[in-house]
């Protein structure tokens, strides 16, 4: 929402906030895809939910791509298409997941399903855009990025502040009751 603010601002720095943003996002998604999986490894959970953590990982770079054409859909005032995407995105999904529980499925068989929802989410969006992002990495470039950053990081720490706190009854639980239990606990919260 940060960069499409400075689009409509400025079009003519359109190509620097873009880069500006796209780097941005490989950076965090890098990040975060590296955090999930550690964390997940650190706290000691099973074979199974750390390798589906890996797998997922996955998914947080893909939609980091999908997030650069999100940005290009809304500038331009074409959230119909970011819908769009989203649509065909939640439907190959639930095929996937479909196909996937018609027999036994694992939790990692499960996650590959995510993960292919999200390649599916970044594949549409490119076809679903009526042109390719432009990026530009010139002399604008650091002024933007140093823009993007003092906006957001304020923001993305306040989301995983709340994100850490809204998890933190599961994975406690997690810690002392059967996964049914905390699947139970977790459903019954949203």
């Avoid at 990081?153 to 994100?163: A, C, D, I, K």
Wanted: include cysteine.
């Amino acid at each position: 929402d940060i960069a499409v603010r400075q689009i409509a601002a400025d079009r003519q720095r359109e190509e620097a906030i873009m880069g500006a943003f796209a780097v941005s996002k490989a950076v965090q998604s890098l990040f975060a895809a590296a955090a999930l999986w550690g964390v997940v490894s650190l706290l000691g959970y099973p074979g199974n939910v750390v390798r589906s953590a890996l797998l997922a990982a996955g998914a947080v770079v893909l939609y980091s791509g999908v997030q650069v054409f999100r940005v290009q859909f809304r500038a331009r005032m074409q959230m119909g298409r970011d819908v769009g995407a989203e649509l065909v995105s939640a439907s190959a999904f639930l095929a996937a997941v479909w196909a996937t529980t018609s027999s036994a499925a694992s939790l990692e068989a499960l996650t590959l399903c995510y993960v292919f929802s999200r390649a599916v989410n970044l594949v549409a969006a490119g076809l679903f855009a009526a042109e390719r992002p432009r990026f530009g990495f010139g002399r604008d470039f650091r002024l933007e990025l140093r823009v993007l950053v003092a906006a957001s990081v304020p923001l993305g720490l306040t989301g995983m502040l709340v994100s850490a706190y809204d998890a933190m009854d599961a994975i406690a639980l997690s810690q002392w009751s059967t996964s049914g239990e905390v699947g139970v606990f977790t459903v019954a919260m949203r």
